[in-house]
């Protein structure tokens, strides 16, 4: 069986941003929901699911979203990541990956010596 690695994926509304300018803007869609950016979270396999599923309180959001909006889910989303709806698997690993990226990294010389570090060492 295939082996999938889970993790916590934090987008912040900086990185949406830098996604959004970084891609081409011949697009489908345009987007609704206006802003810099968005931050939203998840656990789990960086996959389309995961990622709707994040993005689906954002889009749920009256106060975010005009009520004249027509895009689907899918399409606001593939607008917010600066894709057609044809290639939103490819914006959303490409979002997934630059946030992974981001991530700070911690590596153990960096653990409190005995005592202080030893639960650190046991949660992560």
């Not at 009520?67 to 689907?72: F, H, K, P, R």
């Not at 600066?82 to 490409?94: H, M, Q, S, W």
């Amino acid at each position: 069986p295939k082996q999938t690695t889970t993790m916590s994926i934090k987008l912040p509304k900086h990185l949406l941003l830098f996604v959004l300018l970084s891609t081409p803007s011949a697009l489908a869609q345009t987007a609704c929901i206006k802003g810099g950016g968005y931050e939203m979270s998840f656990k789990g396999t960086c996959n389309k699911d995961n990622f709707l599923g994040a993005f689906e309180t954002i889009y749920e959001d009256a106060l975010l979203k005009p009520a004249g909006c027509t895009n689907t889910l899918e399409e606001e989303l593939a607008a917010q990541l600066g894709v057609n709806t044809a290639d939103l698997d490819d914006g959303i690993k490409e979002a997934c990956k630059a946030a992974q990226d981001a991530k700070q990294v911690i590596t153990l010389h960096n653990v409190p010596p005995k005592k202080v570090g030893e639960r650190f060492v046991s949660d992560y």
